[in-house]
């Protein structure tokens, strides 16, 4: 989902120095509290080189008392720490209850930049990650805060950085061989990223992607991110000497990584090229349903999107040409009295199809991050957990041989208006518009919020999710079929050549 | 753990019937309250083929209520199933909150019967386990309780069993090819077990081990381990509506899976054996010593034990030949200030050895479990998680080449006392007795619960415990020192033998 989010954010000078101001003087405070309860804390720095790492370091100690923090920069490993287990460096570094340690590059170093540079054999991989993920799960298990932030910036920004600092002396000696390596090889490395983060992305210590095109931007969001997880670690330790858990507000909204506000809503086709076009594919598509029924190939499609946005309109083109026994359709509402007793995915893992059938959900298991999210249907604890259970679910799936796809019909909310009014207005459709759409309605911005953090949380190399641009009806549809066809290609062609 | 495992443990029939009888209305009204508090619960069967899984799961519902659980029995699987996700068959068999699954062997199937069968390829099983690992943190998330029994017979107690059943003509049918196949590769298949145990014993989810040689001792054991964990559910739930974390009593300190009974202390050496043995072993040692330092293994040797039970003394044995350059010796007392302030681990890891290196810990990171554990220093939830970090740290090191070991040195109450009076009535010894000691022992039923329990849940393949008979100290020094150089010896031979 990296390449997918909308690196032009930027924030006016004004806002940014009421945010620097404000942040600076909470996070003195939050600094001081936590000294007092005794919470020791991490702050992780990743990300691309000339991301400005060293600089937002700097930035954010400014705030903090430097009596309570250490700074350790993490190059290539010492002779000390290469006759040692990988994790000792790190676990000999850990900042004492009520103290903040800072790295620069972290314990994420080997599957980043030496798995890039092929240092760690594949096989190697998963052992490394489990070793991450048990050393922050024991950390936090113990009471650490883990603020992981990675900063990002596209390749055409990194270069220009690059060149700027090989512009100058003092500054030449920054920018390595292996750097423009990583700057001409940048879809791979952006690969290697995209699979640190999914398998890294947990629940007790998660991401934070910090868009750093604009300093400004990234170092306020950077404070808030930080000011923000050291007030919800203070809450929850005075929660857990009260009451049970309690709804922490969510905030800082507007420092969500975005997906959404960088999607091209003009994007469209003519009715002409569409009507050629969707009948290409459907017969495609006919062609390669029975291919993976031969092949035993199972697919799931999810569909979730706004309201009107086009979702049954799109699932009828995609089946229309297809055997009705090898696919099925589940449309998804809120949870019956059984579903209710059980665990929520339950529902779901009854409807996986059998190996060479299609299941397609009208929305989807990703209802606990949306829906139930912001209506509050279930606890924070718990859609704050489901990211890490549905991509192991969808992992679960792929490692079975599924194609799996999620897709996003993105519309704005002036053309939901209209289309909402549409069918108010025409007695064939008006059975499709209920109060509730409008009220949802009212909720835009929450649901935005979530749909961004969804989007960027469970979009997996092994289960990506697709945006469609969805404001012209023919250039999603179109984009939707030929996004199946090519997938399933793909597959099918794996399947094939496997010795 | 599994083979030092007491598998002769008996129960009276008097105890039995008292047992029974309490248990079973305990569960019936256990039952009840976890329905009305809506709490699901899976219980899982694994085990020995002819360990009595069938007649114990008969035996534990007779105490249900018949509509309020299901029975599944898991053979190999059927064509519905194998067309889709390994998983699936277990997650659409989820009870709903207030029900109780019972599974006739499980989702555990494939890292043990197929494992030994060959049918899952070494590189899929690190997958596997993780796999099971997430879908039970998933269910126990949402507020499943799982119990996982492993019933356990001996080679020769199987083999009884398979021939009994094979001279009636009535259940000759029940013994496979399979079955006698694990019974001579009993050894084999044990491995393949005790994988999987510590692979799996996670603290959301562990097992309990059921010696089952003496039938109705293991049903009164599963029955209260049945019962004490519904209740353990049941107090938890009440408490996080309520105050915070309280210490759930522990109880059937009974039933609890022994090593310690079945260690035989009678063995012993004579001085001229010990003296001819200690010279060879510790010049044996000195050659090691240089090899590993060559072929830079780090090795990490722990001693715990009763007090009094001889460690000291091992120790200088063992180091008496070695270069002091190359090994180092770390007591462990009470933490101090700065170690208090960190994570109970952090001191450790500080002393992990360098490559090449041997470092010896007398008394370890077992404290947590031991000590910490009885004395009420850390809370009941903490102690429960430490088996698997300490797991995961141990198998960190070993996974980064070292060799790791730890002894128990075992004596018994009397031995003890006799040798607390010699120290006593010595003046060169006195120093080494004090008050705490005399007061540790009071305790030494609950410390002898814990040692059992840390035994089983942290004994691995990759860092074995190795329970020493101490009652005779040359036995005990002797053993030590010869398992130490065969492990340095298998080490090393690994390691020259790499390609």
Redesign the interface.
Known sequence: MLEKIDLSKKIDKETYKKTEKEQSEKLGLLQRQCKEA?I?VMIVFEGMGASGKGTQINHLIQALDPRGFDVYANDKSTD?ER??????RF??K?P???RIAVFDRSWYRQVTMERFAGKIPD?DL??AF??IQ?FER??T??G?VIIKLFLYVSREEQKKRFKKLESSKETSWRVTKEDWKRNTEYDRFLHICEEMLQNTDMDYAPWTIIEATDKEYAAAKIMTCVADCLEDALNKKNL???A?EKEVPVRSESFKAGVLSGVDLTKSISKEEYKKEIDRLQKKLEFLHSQIYRL?I?VVLGFEGWDAAGKGGVIKRLTSHLDPRGYKVYPTAAPND?ER??????RF??H?????HIAIFDRTWYGRVLVERVEGFCRESQWK?AYQ?IN?MES??A??G?VVIKFWLHIDKDEQEKRFKERQANPLKQWKITEEDWRNREKWDQYESAVNEMLVRTSTTYAPWVVVEGNCKYYARVKILKTVVEALEDKIKEVNNRP
């Open positions: 005794g020791p000390e006759m040692r287990p990988f994790l000792w676990f000999t850990l004492a209850h009520g096989e998963s052992g489990h070793d048990s024991q950390l298990d113990d650490m857990n000497g009260g049970k035993r199972p059984i007793v059980h665990h929520y995915l339950w893992w009854n996986v199809p059998k190996a060479g957990q259970e192991e679960h799936l490692n079975a599924a």
